[in-house]
């Protein structure tokens, strides 16, 4: 009888059903961390009392729970990650009674007989009636049945607390605590209109959940912005920053609910986050922005390259209210598209964007060009003194489109850190943008070339 | 007695909360699209050199799908079944549904013997043992306590056993496969609509696991100054998912690609059982390893791809079906002019060019360094054109293979394969065809005065013509080399010795080398 009173209140409890989570909020930040809220109306006796919390992340940081309820003092807290196996089952079994089911290979008989696990190491020693044995040595099949689970094994880790409470009663609690593996970026879909100069942005909240756990029904609020994090976990594998591309940060206040620097990003209306799942949903569309595209090449040192080497399409427009998305763009990926003769949109790349501010002017590499190539050459490199060399650049812009096309074409790498550079002729005005960098608009007729030389005067 | 019949009865008010559930929201699932457009991008960091490796496809494709679905009203997940397999989920766009979409999500569950057990977690179950003596067969139901990696441990009514640790032939069985577990990759949409409604919907998701490149053949004239150029659009789909009468193009040019965050689990295929203690327990010293990971998608397709195109006897006829190209924007795009099947793993190839009769040049090449050795060492054979239409070509030419055959005894013979990255209209064209067997190079030092080397650079030839070499010099300046008599030029900034070698003769340069350090 006790057998089935055991799995009536394991049926019965709809936590093995569905869920056992209550009213949950969520708040996603960007860098794979969570703050779950989980309200949930418990029943609570009088006096000393143990709750246990099934369905909470599979990765809950358990330091951080916190649990109020009215009335309610907390006399400890545990969390159990000694998970349920056959394995564990027969290691918690010793010095207690099973069941034998012996099948008589000849003619399918069974006989029951009980044991007493007196050991489980490395095999499993049993007492029978007044024998001892080794489970299975005779290579027969032997069932063994279990009269329970020992209490602390569990399917998936529980957080159990012991509270005092001075009354008894249903009321709520709530249940508060970090965890990682739910994380967000955002997503653009961006369709360039390159005639007409203008873009059309969709965002979207991409969401994972990694925790081994769904999250049902959840308000859930996105922040955007980085979190201070202690302790990173980095076995998920460490991932380089991605650029963000801004070319000019922005001094607009996005029309956002804000919390101190973050931006908020609530959703509209409860959903369900669903383990391994990713889950999107719109936060942004703008139709009609203006947009330009621009071709730049960087030669990062005075050196030659063999052959002509693309130069970068760069997709610039800016998210300011007047000339721009108008608001502030959480970080993620902008995927850009075009039509194709027939009009289908097809895909000419994509590129990251941080978390950027209202009003910043942003200029994303979407590819390199077929048709726009710059080959820079060393011409001539000679050496005036011990620590002063004379070096000729030519570099060769060519344009087999059928419109004419500017290049910003970039020489980097010219202090070297530490040393001056000095331009000692050059065939048209460069810009000097700092001491490492200098930079020509060089106009390249269609389907034509253009030249541009230039002598530098180095210490190295 | 009272155990047995009570047992069900509870399991069926079980499902009737199952039931309330799953009614909540109304499913509309498609089952496959009625069109389907392919655009195939190249793996961003493949050089030309590199030939694409059918196991392991690292470029990828914008597909694009238009469904026919009946919408409900009110709230209802649409279901795409039968997307690539290699989805990149954040990328869909959703474009067709008549109030817009709430919310899009790809649970990463597919059907499979491990998410059926997961999902089975708490809930009943029939288990069924059949004697190996008699065959009789006895099923019962169970609970499953615990399922995680594949260590099962079951409740019946007698108490808790684990899942096939004792010998006994028993296996679990199930009534019903959970709603939200798919067979096939499956995004879905979870849409609002006024009323019920039939919806043609598009859409379009980027997806990993695809590649192609383009294939030149080219065969030489007896002379050796023409060849007839013919070029494959060679595509690879490694995605278990194939596309059948699709538009497909491809993408020439480089867009940038960001990398991909780490793919979802999809609640792994194989239910290895993890038992312990296990047959004989006496032997066994530690509990058996876990299992293995699974393997990587992509391990074993090599056997099963088909390739669909031959590569030599087609160049012959006039390709009656051919790609066209198109701008888009900074890159270039080809149009497979008909729809084709993209086959799951599978390589296929459209005609992409044909030109007869465009004018080249052999000529061999060698780089001259100061700091290599005195061996002879033979010159690189290279076949060079500008891509105008004076030469026959002028049209731009997308990165690939090129294999060079010479026809001079009725039949090909092949003389080397190089590779050819993308070139835009106007561009010289060189590509390296292997070594040349029998030209060869020689710098070596005569003398060496303070700071200043003397060499003698030879070059010789065996072939019965005279042929053009070019010797280029690397991290050499001008000045510091002294040239008597020979003339030198440049290419890309740095000297250039280029002369003709008589037949079964040879030249020489002599040169000095100032050491400024």
């Known amino acids: 009888m006790r057998h089935l009173l055991l799995a009536s209140a394991l049926l019965a409890s709809p936590a093995l059903a569905q869920t056992s989570q209550g009213d949950v909020a969520v708040t996603i930040y960007n860098d794979n961390l969570a703050l779950v809220q989980d309200t949930r109306q418990l029943a609570i006796g009088a006096q000393r009392s143990r709750i246990e919390f099934p369905d909470v992340s599979g990765q809950i940081r358990p330091e951080t729970v916190t649990l109020s309820g009215e009335g309610l003092g907390i006399v400890e807290q545990n969390f159990d990650f000694d998970l349920l196996s056959p394995q564990k089952l027969m290691e918690k079994a010793v010095g207690q009674q099973v069941t034998l089911v012996r099948t008589n290979p000849a003619n399918g008989a069974e006989t029951r007989e009980r044991a007493t696990v007196l050991a489980v190491n490395g095999g499993v020693v049993l007492r029978i009636g007044d024998r001892i044995e080794v489970l299975r040595d005779d290579s027969l099949p032997v069932r063994v049945i279990f009269d329970k689970v020992p209490e602390n094994l569990r399917a998936r880790p529980t957080l159990s607390v012991t509270v005092e409470s001075e009354r008894s009663g249903t009321r709520p609690v709530r249940l508060s605590y970090l965890t990682p593996g739910l994380g967000w970026k955002a997503d653009y879909v961006t369709l360039f209109d390159e005639k007409a100069g203008r873009i059309d942005v969709q965002g979207w909240i991409t969401l994972t959940n990694t925790t081994g756990t769904t999250f049902s029904n959840a308000d859930t609020l996105l922040v955007a912005g980085q979190v201070q994090q202690q302790n990173q976990d980095y076995s998920r594998g460490y991932r380089p920053p991605r650029p963000n591309n801004i070319r000019k940060p922005g001094t607009e206040s996005a029309d956002r609910e804000r919390l101190g620097d973050f931006y908020l990003y609530p959703l509209k209306e409860r959903t369900t986050i669903a383990n391994q799942q990713t889950k999107q949903v719109s936060f942004l569309d703008v139709v009609g922005a203006p947009g330009r595209k621009a071709y730049e090449y960087d030669n990062a040192w005075l050196g030659t390259m063999d052959e002509a080497q693309s130069a970068n399409t760069v997709l610039k427009f800016s998210t300011s209210k007047d000339q721009g998305l108008g608001d502030a763009l959480p970080a993620g990926i902008v995927r850009v598209y075009m039509r194709d003769a027939r009009g289908n949109a097809q895909f000419i790349g994509e590129n990251s964007i941080g978390h950027t501010p209202m009003g910043s002017e942003l200029g994303l590499k979407t590819g390199e060009a077929f048709d726009v190539k710059v080959q820079p050459a060393v011409e001539k490199r000679e050496r005036l003194s011990p620590s002063k060399w004379r070096t000729s650049m030519r570099y060769t812009l060519t344009n087999a489109r059928p419109e004419a096309v500017t290049v910003d074409l970039v020489q980097s790498g010219l202090d070297f850190y530490w040393d001056d550079t000095r331009i000692v002729s050059e065939s048209m005005k460069s810009e000097r943008r700092s001491s490492d960098e200098t930079q020509w608009h060089v106009p390249v007729p269609a389907n034509g070339s253009a030249t541009v030389t230039a002598v530098f005067e180095t210490r190295f | ?517």
């Open chain 2, 1 to 517: 007695m009272a155990r047995v019949s009570r047992l069900p009865v509870l399991a069926a008010i079980i499902v009737a909360m199952l039931g309330a559930s799953a009614d909540a929201q109304a499913i509309a699932s498609s089952a496959g699209p009625q069109s389907v457009s392919v655009t195939v991008y190249r793996d961003p960091n493949r050089t030309a050199e590199r030939a694409m490796n059918l196991g392991w496809l690292n470029g990828y494709a914008l597909v694009s799908e238009v469904r026919t679905i009946d919408i409900p009203a009110g709230e209802a997940d649409i279901r795409f079944e039968g997307v690539a397999g290699g989805i990149i989920p954040e990328s869909a766009i959703v474009t067709g549904l008549p109030d817009g979409v709430v919310e899009k999500n790809q649970d990463a569950y597919l059907l499979s013997p491990a998410s059926l057990l997961d999902r089975s977690l708490g809930k009943r179950v029939h288990l069924r043992r059949t004697s190996r003596a008699t065959g009789a067969v006895t099923e019962q139901d169970a609970i499953i306590r615990t399922g995680a990696d594949g260590a099962v441990v079951l409740q019946t009514e007698a108490g808790f056993e684990a899942l096939r640790c004792s010998g006994l032939p028993e296996t679990i069985f199930y009534d019903q496969v959970p709603p939200d577990l798919s067979a096939r990759p499956t995004l879905s949409v979870r849409t609002r609509s006024q009323a019920a409604t039939r919806a043609t919907v598009t859409l379009s998701y980027l997806a990993t696991g695809f590649d192609w490149q383009a294939n030149y053949v080219a065969t030489l004239n007896p002379a050796g100054d023409r060849v007839d150029l013919f070029a494959w659009v060679t595509l690879a789909n490694g995605d278990e998912t194939g596309f059948a009468n699709a538009n497909t193009q491809t993408v020439a040019g480089k867009p940038n690609r960001e990398s991909d965050p780490p793919r979802l689990g999809r609640g792994g295929g194989e239910l290895r059982l993890q038992c312990w203690p296990q047959g004989t327990t006496s032997d066994i010293d530690f509990p058996p390893p876990p299992a293995p990971p699974p393997p990587p998608m992509m391990a074993g397709f090599e056997g099963d791809i088909v390739v669909t195109a031959a590569r030599m006897d087609v160049a012959k006829a006039a390709a009656p079906m051919q790609a066209v190209q198109e701008e888009l924007g900074d890159l270039k795009l080809y149009r497979i002019p008909e729809p084709v099947t993209v086959a799951a793993n599978s390589q296929k190839q459209v005609a992409l060019l044909e030109k007869s009769g465009v004018a080249v040049q052999t000529f061999y090449r060698a780089t001259i360094s100061p700091w290599m050795g005195d061996e002879p060492f033979r010159a690189t054979r290279i076949l060079k054109t500008r891509n105008r239409t004076q030469e026959g070509l002028g049209l731009p030419l997308p990165a690939g293979g090129v294999v060079l055959f010479a026809g001079n005894r009725g039949r090909p013979l092949l003389i080397g394969e190089g590779s050819v990255g993308d070139k835009a209209i106007g561009e010289d064209v060189e590509i390296e065809i292997g070594d040349a067997p029998g030209l060869f190079v020689r710098a070596t030092r005569t003398d060496v005065v303070g700071n200043v080397a003397k060499y003698l650079l030879t070059v010789t030839n065996d072939q019965p013509r005279p042929v053009r070499f070019d010797a280029e010099f690397n991290g050499i300046d001008k000045t510091s080399i002294g040239d008597k008599g020979a003339k030198l030029g440049r290419r890309n900034g740095r000297p250039l010795w280029s002369v003709t070698v008589p037949a079964n003769g040879s030249r020489t340069l002599a040169y000095r080398l100032k050491n400024d350090n």
